[in-house]
């Protein structure tokens, strides 16, 4: 069994400040770990994923996250925001031999000029 | 190219009608998918095939049938529709199973009055 929990539905940042989206899993087996951004009026597409190795990971647009085992989590963030990130955000999970992730609720990201 | 396309992008329909979403992917994957997102951006699996084969049916009504005729291609079919279709449905691809992330179409906005 595998669940996702994205700590907060809103999150409001200033442009130029930094961005985390908190994100906890559970895993019955070792995780593959997804994040997505959603554009308004338009399909989901891949920010990044953790498989395996390197712990950190980076990923379009300035974003990286960090897979941290002993935490179960998987946090997005990004240095500075810019408008053009507004977005919602999902992070997502899938077991080893699974085809289907489980996807989070999302997190909707407002950047204020 | 578009990756993953759905037509069509927007469907307004009356309660009791039947109607279709197609969907296809140029991407050679093995397996696709039928999601529908609420009004709350809450994403739910619907069916998955892999290889033209059903490999997963989450509690769904049987008003929705999927159909592929080839691994490109995976419609939906809806018989019957209620107020409470209305939704974005989303049709993805992955390669297959594990690692893989997937690929998202555009969506279908489904309004039923």
């Known amino acids: 069994a595998q669940s996702v929990t994205q700590l907060g539905s809103h999150v409001s940042v200033s442009e130029g400040a930094l961005v985390l989206l908190r994100c906890n899993y559970s895993?019955?087996?070792?995780?593959?770990l997804f994040w997505y951004v959603q554009y308004p009026n338009q399909g989901l597409q891949l920010l990044l994923k953790?498989?395996?190795?390197?712990?950190l990971v980076k990923g379009i647009n300035g974003f990286e996250a960090e897979f941290k085992k002993s935490e179960t989590s998987f946090h997005l963030t990004k240095p500075s925001a810019h408008m053009s990130d507004a977005a919602e955000y999902f992070c997502?999970?899938?077991?080893?031999?699974?085809?289907?992730?489980?996807f989070g609720r999302g997190t909707s990201l407002i950047v204020h000029p | 190219d578009t990756a993953v396309s759905q037509t069509p992008k927007y469907l307004v329909t009356q309660m009791g009608n039947d109607k279709s979403i197609k969907c296809e992917q140029n991407?050679?994957?093995?397996?696709m998918y039928w999601y529908k997102q609420d009004s709350k951006k809450f994403l739910k699996i619907m069916f998955s095939?892999?290889?033209?084969?059903?490999?997963i049916n989450e509690t769904v009504p049987n008003r929705f049938s999927p159909k592929s005729p080839d691994k490109a291609h995976l419609n939906l079919h809806i018989n019957s529709l209620e107020l409470g279709d209305s939704a974005v449905y989303f049709c993805?691809?992955?390669?297959?199973?594990?690692?893989?992330?997937?690929?998202f179409g555009p969506g279908t906005r489904l309004t039923v009055t």
């Open positions: 895993s019955s087996v070792p995780p593959y």
């Open positions: 993805a691809s992955s390669q297959g199973q594990g690692r893989d992330e997937q690929y």
């Open positions: 095939y892999n290889n033209k084969e059903l490999i």
């Open positions: 991407l050679g994957h093995d397996t």
């Open positions: 997502a999970v899938k077991g080893g031999g699974s085809y289907i992730p489980t």
């Open positions: 953790y498989t395996t190795g390197a712990t």
